[in-house]
C-alpha cells in the first residue's frame, strides 16, 4: 500500500492538477442549481487540466445515464460498485486494475450460496457487478455473518445502517481512488475527495483532502470531525465542495466567475419552433413576410397565446446564405398591428444546413424511426453533429430571449436536443416541450446511436406533451431504459380515450417521473383543428361553388376521399390495393363509387419518396385502365397541394373519408373531414387507421388495421353500406369530439398544464452563454 505523506502537502491546491474524486447521490447530484452549475463549469473546461471522477456504489449500469445529462461534467473516470468497477471515460476497464479486483472476487453465485444460511440478509435487485448488496440490520452482523464473509475472501461494509456490501478483499471506495491515482499518475497532494454517508469513509481515511458536504450522514461527521485534512462543510451537494475548494485556495468570485450578474430577454414566452410564423420570400431582392400557406395548422394558435399583450419572442430559422450574413436583422416584428409585443428572433441557417439537418438527417434518421420503419433509417455522425449545432443555437438564441423565470415552449423532434444545451445556460426557465409526431415504441426508438442523448435532454424539461397517452407510455418505456427513473403519478385514460379497442390505446398514463431529484411532468394533448374557421369557410360563395362543381362530377356515385402527403408512413399503396381488390369482390359498385386521391407532394429536395411517386402513378394508372368506362372513371388523382378551401370543398361533397395510414402521429385531416361534414349538415362516415394516433380519440369512426388487405377492403364496403342512422350517429358523436377539443383548447390545455408546475429554483441564469 502507497502511503501518503501529507506533511509535505502545499497549503494549497493547484487548479491545474486538481482531481475531485466524488460520490454521486446526495453530493455531486445535490446542491442548488447554482452550485451545480458552477461545478460542471469548473470541470467543462474552465479549470484546464483539472480531472473528475465519480466515486459511487452504483452499478455502472446505472451511472452510465448520467453522461448523457447535459446537468451534470462528464467525468475522466468512473469508479463504481463501491471500488469493485474502474473505468476511464470511454467505459473502458482500467487495467491493471479491473483484472486484479476480477481475480480476488469468487464469483456472486458463490457468494449467494454462501450465505444462504443467512435469512435476515435480503438482496438488493439493483444493477452491480463483482459484489453482492443486501438490505440488513446492524444485529444481522454477527461473527458467524463476518466468518462466512472472511472465508470467502471478501470483505463486508456496512453504511447507513441498512446496506450491507459483500466485496473483494480490499476493495473499496478508498482504496480504488488510491490505486487509480497511481495508475493514472495523479498527485495525491491535489486529490479531494468527497461524500455524504458512511460508505464513503474510506476515501476520508485514504489520507486525501476531503469535504464532507451538508446535510451528510450524522456517523461520517463524527467519523472524520478531527481529521486536519477534512473540511466538514455547511452546505449541501455541490455548494459543500464548493466551500471546500474556496478554503484550499480556489476563488469563484470576480468579473470572469461563472456567477456574475444575469443578461436576460424580457420574453415571458418563447416559441421555439423550426419555422418561422409567416412565409419569408424574396421580392426584387427583399426579403418579405407573408401569411402561411395554410391557415388551418397551429400557427394561428400559437400566435394567439400573444394577442394578449403578453410579451414574447418566436426562434425559428432565416435560410441565409451564410450564418452571418451582411445586412442580416435578427429580430423582426410578426404582426406590430396584432401582436404588437411579440417578435421573431430568427436563426441565419445556410441552404445546406437547412438540407442537412431538416432535410437529410431529421428526415432519414429520424423519421424512419419515429414511424417504426427502422429498416429505412440511415444514421450518419456528421449528420448528428450538425444536428446538435443547429439546436446548440436555437438553444443559445432562446436564452438570449427570455426573461428572468419565463417559458420556453419547444415544438417537435427536430428541436430534440434543445433542453440539453438550454438547462444549463437557464437554470431559471420552464421548459416546455410539445411531440407532433408519433413516439416509437422503446425498442425501436433505441435503435437511434444517440438515444441516450435525446432522452437525457427530454428529461430537462419541466413538461412533456404528446399527442396520445400511448406515445407518453413509449417515452416512459425509453426513458426507463435509459435512465433510473422513477414513475411518480398517472392517470386513467378512459372515458377520453379508447383504452382496449384500438391498436394504439392504452388504459393508464403516466403523468410525473422523477429523475436524479427532480420531477418531469408528462400529458397528452391532441391538436385540434380549427372548427370556427371551417365553419365560415364552408359559407363563402368560393367554397358553395367548389362543392357544387364536385358533386356535378360525382353524379349521384358515392365520393369517397384520401388526402394525405407523399410518405410512405401514410399507407397509399395499401389503400390503392385495397380499393382494387373491393372492386374486384364487389363488381356491383362499379360505376356507383368514386375515389378522389389527393397527394400532397413532398418537400423539394426529398428524393426518398421519388419510386413511391412512380409506384403510385402506376397502380392508379392500373385500377383506371381496368374499370373505367366511357361515362366513370374509378379514382380521380391529383398529385398537387390544394388551396385549403378546395380540401374543404372535397371534404364536404365525400361521403366517406377513407384515412389509413400505416402510422401517424395524429392525423389531422381526420378531423377535419368531421368539422366540415358537420358544418354543412352532411353526416359523413370516416375510416381510420388503428395506427393513426386520432384513432383512440375519435369514438365512432370505423377503425381499420391497415396491414389487413382484407379488412381494408371490407371496412371501404362496409362504409359504404351503413345505414342512414348509424351514420348520423357516429358523425354527431365524432362532432362534438372534435369541436369541444378543437385547436384552440389544445394550446390552453396545453399551457395550463404547464402553469400548474412549479416554478424552478431561484437560482440565477448564467450570463457568459446567454449574452453570446
Not at 27 to 43: D, P, Q, V, W
Not at 276 to 294: F, M, Q, W
Not at 572 to 595: D, I, N
Not at 621 to 628: E, P, V
Request: hydrophobic share 45%; proline share 6%.
Amino acid at each position: 500500500m502507497t502511503v501518503i505523506d501529507t506533511q509535505r502537502w502545499p497549503r494549497l491546491l493547484d487548479p491545474s492538477r486538481l482531481v475531485l474524486a466524488t460520490d454521486l447521490d446526495g453530493t455531486l447530484l445535490a446542491g442548488t442549481h447554482e452550485a451545480r452549475r458552477r461545478i460542471r463549469e469548473l470541470f467543462s473546461g474552465a479549470l484546464p487540466g483539472a480531472k473528475l471522477v465519480f466515486v459511487t456504489g452504483r452499478g455502472l449500469e446505472t451511472v452510465i445515464p448520467l453522461l448523457s445529462d447535459p446537468t451534470v461534467p462528464r467525468p475522466h473516470y468512473i469508479i463504481a460498485d463501491v471500488g469493485a468497477t474502474i473505468v476511464d471515460a470511454d467505459l473502458r476497464p482500467v487495467e491493471p486494475l479491473a483484472h486484479e479486483i476480477a481475480a480476488t472476487w469468487p464469483g456472486t453465485h458463490e457468494v449467494l450460496r454462501a450465505l444462504s444460511g443467512f435469512p435476515q440478509l435480503v438482496r438488493q435487485l439493483v444493477p452491480q457487478e463483482r459484489r453482492c448488496s443486501f438490505y440488513a440490520t446492524e444485529s444481522a452482523i454477527t461473527p458467524e455473518l463476518r466468518a462466512a464473509v472472511d472465508a470467502l475472501g471478501c470483505d463486508l461494509l456496512f453504511s447507513a445502517g441498512q446496506y450491507l456490501d459483500v466485496l473483494p478483499r480490499g476493495v473499496g471506495k478508498g482504496a480504488a481512488v488510491r490505486r487509480l491515482a497511481e495508475v493514472a499518475g495523479f498527485d495525491p497532494a491535489h486529490i479531494l475527495v468527497a461524500g455524504d454517508t458512511l460508505n464513503d469513509l474510506s476515501m476520508f481515511e485514504a489520507g486525501f483532502r476531503g469535504v464532507v458536504v451538508g446535510a451528510a450522514e450524522p456517523a461520517l461527521v463524527e467519523a472524520v470531525r478531527k481529521s486536519p485534512r477534512v473540511v466538514v462543510a455547511d452546505a449541501a451537494g455541490c455548494g459543500g465542495i464548493l466551500e471546500a475548494l474556496s478554503r484550499h485556495g480556489l476563488r469563484f468570485d470576480g468579473d470572469d466567475s461563472p456567477a456574475a450578474a444575469p443578461a436576460c430577454g424580457d420574453a415571458e414566452l418563447v416559441m421555439v419552433y423550426h419555422r418561422l410564423p409567416y412565409d419569408e420570400v424574396i421580392e426584387d431582392g427583399v426579403t418579405c413576410a407573408r401569411r402561411p400557406k395554410s391557415p388551418n395548422g397551429i400557427m394561428p394558435t400559437l400566435l394567439s397565446f400573444f394577442a394578449g399583450g403578453r410579451k414574447g419572442s418566436w426562434v425559428a430559422w432565416s435560410q441565409q446564405n451564410s450564418r452571418t450574413p451582411a445586412g442580416f436583422v435578427p429580430h423582426v416584428a410578426v404582426d406590430a398591428a396584432r401582436y404588437p409585443h411579440l417578435k421573431a428572433a430568427r436563426i441565419a441557417l445556410t441552404p445546406d444546413d437547412i438540407d442537412q439537418f431538416y432535410k437529410k438527417f431529421s428526415k432519414e434518421a429520424f423519421w424512419p424511426i419515429i414511424f417504426s420503419f427502422p429498416d429505412k433509417a440511415v444514421f450518419r455522425q456528421d449528420h448528428w453533429e450538425r444536428y446538435l449545432e443547429i439546436n446548440r443555437l436555437f438553444a443559445e438564441q432562446t436564452a438570449r430571449e427570455a426573461a428572468y423565470g419565463a417559458t420556453a415552449w419547444i415544438h417537435d423532434y427536430n428541436l430534440w436536443m434543445v433542453p440539453a444545451f438550454l438547462r444549463p445556460l437557464r437554470p431559471d426557465l420552464k421548459i416546455a416541450f410539445f411531440h407532433h409526431t408519433a413516439f416509437p415504441s422503446s425498442d425501436v426508438f433505441n435503435i437511434l446511436p444517440w438515444r441516450r442523448d435525446i432522452i437525457g435532454s427530454l428529461l430537462q424539461c419541466d413538461y412533456v406533451g404528446f399527442h396520445i397517452p400511448r406515445y407518453v407510455e413509449n417515452f416512459v418505456d425509453a426513458a426507463r431504459s435509459c435512465a433510473p427513473v422513477q414513475i411518480v403519478d398517472g392517470v386513467g385514460c378512459a372515458p377520453r380515450f379508447l383504452t382496449f379497442g384500438c391498436a394504439l390505446g392504452v388504459d393508464h398514463m403516466t403523468t410525473a417521473l422523477e429523475v436524479n431529484g427532480r420531477q418531469v411532468a408528462l400529458g397528452a394533448h391532441p391538436v385540434g383543428t380549427n372548427t370556427d374557421l371551417i365553419d365560415t369557410l364552408v359559407q363563402t360563395d368560393a367554397v358553395q361553388q367548389q362543392i357544387a362543381e364536385i358533386d356535378a362530377y360525382l353524379d349521384g356515385k358515392t365520393g369517397i376521399v384520401s388526402i394525405e402527403r407523399l410518405d410512405y408512413v401514410k399507407g397509399s399503396l395499401e389503400k390503392l390495393q385495397a380499393y382494387e381488390r373491393m372492386l374486384e369482390q364487389h363488381p356491383e359498385l362499379l360505376g356507383k363509387v368514386t375515389l378522389l386521391n389527393i397527394i400532397t407532394p413532398a418537400a423539394s429536395g426529398m428524393d426518398i419518396y421519388d419510386s413511391l411517386r412512380e409506384d403510385l402513378d402506376r397502380i392508379v394508372g392500373r385500377i383506371n385502365g381496368r374499370f373505367s368506362t366511357m361515362d366513370w372513371v374509378p379514382v380521380r388523382y391529383f398529385y398537387r397541394s390544394l388551396p385549403f378551401e378546395q380540401v374543404v370543398a372535397h371534404y364536404a361533397a365525400c361521403d366517406i373519408a377513407w384515412i389509413t395510414p400505416l402510422r401517424d402521429g395524429l392525423n389531422l385531416v381526420a378531423k377535419e373531414y368531421v368539422a366540415t361534414r358537420h358544418a354543412t349538415g352532411r353526416p359523413g362516415t370516416l375510416v381510420l387507421s388503428e395506427f393513426a394516433g386520432a384513432a383512440v380519440e375519435l369514438h365512432g369512426a370505423l377503425l381499420v388495421n391497415p396491414y389487413d388487405a382484407n379488412a381494408m377492403s371490407a371496412t371501404l364496403y362496409d362504409a359504404l353500406t351503413m345505414g342512414a342512422d348509424e351514420v348520423a350517429y357516429r358523425a354527431g358523436r365524432m362532432a362534438a369530439i372534435v369541436r369541444g377539443h378543437d385547436v384552440t383548447r389544445w394550446g390552453d390545455d396545453f399551457l395550463a398544464a404547464l402553469a400548474a408546475l412549479p416554478a424552478p429554483g431561484n437560482e440565477q441564469p448564467i450570463n457568459e452563454r446567454a449574452a453570446a
